[in-house]
């Protein structure tokens, strides 16, 4: 059940990791071999180190997770330095989700990447809903998430597919996936959180520090769907050049990743699901093979944007 990354990079399968679930692997590794996944997608990594927002910055809701975590991390250099090394060392196949505050930085993290063992690609996030700054979100601007993708397509390793990652806070995702792929993305990766807030009702206050955050988990499953099928039929109808999918989105079993398989994802990634089970991309793709098998689909591939198909 192999999958597409980009046109010269095909993974063994299509379960990955999304990005800022599951650090840079070292806790996720006690649990799931790391070279099982298709990629081990790292949470952001910027060109300096970042201490992220303030406490509390986590908040439970009846079907999901709010985070405030405001792309907290290690920095570029110590990130090819010490975490690229250790997962090579177990095989692992590494997206790198990068991320700046102006195209530049974008541009300065790619750079850093090339030639790193382990790295089969960069994740442009252009989408965090959880920082201080608005304007830091690329991807709610067309041309803010052209010039993004653009730069860290000019800076990287040609070798290297990238992705860029849609925000669901716009009113046409379409737009934004035009412009991704009018600038040279490889890929996309649909969708990131959406965002939300709390109040705690016993200090009638936000139950967040930063007072919003980024909605993930079930709830936020029926919005990403509808992400990916828009995306898919807009390649479709050619309104945005045609590249792989990564899905995501509250998927916690093999019958939600077919959903977006279905709606046109060519690659899924787990987020909130791996803090209740870090085994579960494992369980995933064998739920998905059988669930594949049950409807009659002879390769995973023959499945990806069915549910367009009139007849």
């Given at each position: 059940m192999s999958a597409p990354l980009g046109a010269h990079v095909t993974l063994p399968t299509p379960l990955s990791t999304a990005s800022g679930c599951a650090g840079y692997g070292r806790e996720l590794d006690r649990f799931t071999p790391l070279d099982r996944l298709g990629t081990v997608t790292t949470k952001t990594v910027m060109p300096h180190p970042r201490s992220g927002r303030p406490t509390p910055r986590m908040a439970e809701t009846p079907s999901g997770m709010l985070n405030s975590i405001g792309l907290q991390g290690c920095g570029i250099d110590r990130f090819v330095e010490e975490e690229l090394p250790w997962l090579?060392?177990?095989?692992?196949?590494?997206?790198?989700?990068?991320?700046?505050?102006?195209?530049?930085?974008?541009?300065?993290?790619?750079?850093?990447?090339?030639?790193?063992?382990?790295?089969?690609?960069?994740?442009?996030?252009?989408?965090?809903?959880?920082?201080?700054?608005?304007?830091?979100?690329?991807?709610?601007?067309?041309?803010?998430?052209?010039?993004?993708?653009?730069?860290?397509?000019?800076?990287?390793?040609?070798?290297?597919?990238?992705?860029?990652?849609?925000?669901?806070?716009?009113?046409?995702?379409?737009?934004?996936?035009?412009?991704?792929?009018?600038?040279?993305?490889?890929?996309?990766?649909?969708?990131?959180?959406?965002?939300?807030?709390?109040?705690?009702?016993?200090?009638m206050r936000p139950a967040l520090a930063g007072v919003t955050g980024g909605l993930s988990g079930p709830a936020v499953r029926p919005v990403a769907v509808r992400c990916v099928f828009q995306v898919y039929g807009a390649m479709l109808g050619g309104a945005v050049r045609p590249v792989p999918i990564l899905g995501m989105g509250g998927i916690a079993s093999g019958r939600d990743a077919l959903e977006f398989v279905l709606a046109g994802a060519s690659g899924i990634a787990v987020g909130t699901a791996l803090f209740n089970d870090p085994s579960v991309p494992l369980r995933i793709h064998d739920e998905l093979r059988a669930a594949l098998a049950e409807r009659g689909f002879g390769a995973f591939g023959d499945a990806v944007g069915h549910a367009h198909r009139t007849s």
């Open positions: 090579a060392e177990r095989g692992a196949r590494v997206l790198v989700s990068i991320a700046g505050e102006r195209t530049e930085e974008f541009a300065e993290a790619a750079a850093r990447l090339t030639g790193r063992p382990g790295v089969v690609g960069i994740e442009a996030n252009i989408s965090c809903p959880n920082v201080e700054d608005r304007g830091l979100v690329f991807a709610c601007d067309p041309d803010a998430s052209h010039a993004a993708v653009k730069a860290v397509k000019a800076a990287a390793d040609p070798a290297l597919p990238v992705y860029a990652k849609l925000t669901p806070d716009v009113t046409r995702i379409t737009d934004n996936a035009a412009a991704c792929t009018d600038a040279g993305a490889d890929g996309l990766s649909v969708i990131n959180t959406l965002l939300g807030m709390a109040i705690d009702t016993e200090t």
